[in-house]
């Protein structure tokens, strides 16, 4: 009995000494599969080598791109400092066309001053006489208006016969009902004040048509005292004494005291606002 239990003993001694040793061969083999699969050097290096490649290919684009961009932007800055040269030498021209700009503005002013002073003093010795039935003068003015004022102003009030340079109708165009006004040039500046003192001191007739005699004003002139019309008009509602004095300058005399004179409506509605009651 004690040698088959001995036995027993042995047997199972050397089968735990069996798995022993094939845990170890085992383990073993683990080791040496975990030596094969490791990386050398060589392949490290190789790996490396790539990387760099890599690397290298994409800065080599990044390089091409920026200079390019470079390029792009030397370009970019000649052509801004070419549009500041151009721009600056733009405005140096501008600069100096606004001023001769404003000169001419200036001189075109002052001619056309000048132009219109020049047309008002040719205009001195003409009278406009408005009301004259079209066609009476049977194509000659000049005669009948020598004997037009002489029959309508009186003999006695004026030269027998009225000296005239010359006379025609207004080349206006003929209006329905109403007839062109004659322009009559006097030989003399003082028959032509006189002439237009006597039609402003009575109403004046011929053949049954009112008349009407004015200065003949150049059309600046003219525009220039129309601004004055609604003044002119309470100025006569009020009974004050008003007229113009060459070209354009508006006078008014408020119950005999001194004249005043103003450039504009607004001034004189302001001075009459307060120099005349209930204006």
Not at 115 to 127: A, C, F, G, P
Not at 177 to 206: D, N, T
Not at 218 to 228: G, H, Y
Request: aromatic share 6%; proline share 3%.
């Amino acid at each position: 009995m004690l040698t088959r239990h001995k036995k027993a003993e042995k047997e199972d001694m050397e089968d735990e000494s069996v798995m022993k040793i094939s845990e170890e061969q085992s383990a073993n083999a683990n080791i040496s599969s975990t030596k094969a699969a490791a990386p050398t050097n060589l392949d490290i290096m190789e790996a490396i080598t790539n990387l760099s490649n890599s690397f290298d290919k994409k800065l080599e684009v990044i390089s091409t791109t920026l200079l390019e961009v470079n390029v792009s932007l030397a370009s970019i800055s000649n052509r801004v400092a070419q549009t500041e040269e151009a721009t600056k030498a733009h405005e140096n021209r501008i600069e100096s066309l606004e001023r001769l700009c404003a000169r001419l503005e200036n001189d075109c002013e002052r001619l056309r001053e000048k132009t219109s002073d020049l047309e008002s003093r040719s205009r001195w010795q003409n009278v406009r006489i408005v009301g004259i039935k079209e066609g009476v003068e049977n194509g000659r003015p000049t005669e009948f208006v020598t004997k037009f004022l002489t029959r309508v102003l009186g003999e006695e009030n004026t030269d027998n016969p009225v000296k005239i340079d010359r006379a025609h109708r207004s080349p206006q165009p003929l209006r329905e009902g109403r007839s062109r006004a004659f322009i009559v040039r006097l030989h003399h500046y003082q028959v032509k004040e006189r002439i237009l003192h006597l039609a402003r001191s009575k109403p004046l007739e011929y053949d049954g048509h009112k008349i009407h005699m004015f200065p003949d004003l150049a059309a600046d002139v003219l525009k220039q005292r129309q601004k004055f019309d609604n003044i002119r008009k309470k100025c006569r509602e009020h009974e004050v004494r008003c007229g113009f004095r060459f070209p354009s300058k508006f006078m008014v005399t408020v119950r005999g005291k001194e004249t005043k004179v103003f450039e504009s409506p607004e001034s004189a509605e302001m001075y009459l606002r307060g120099a005349v009651e209930n204006w």
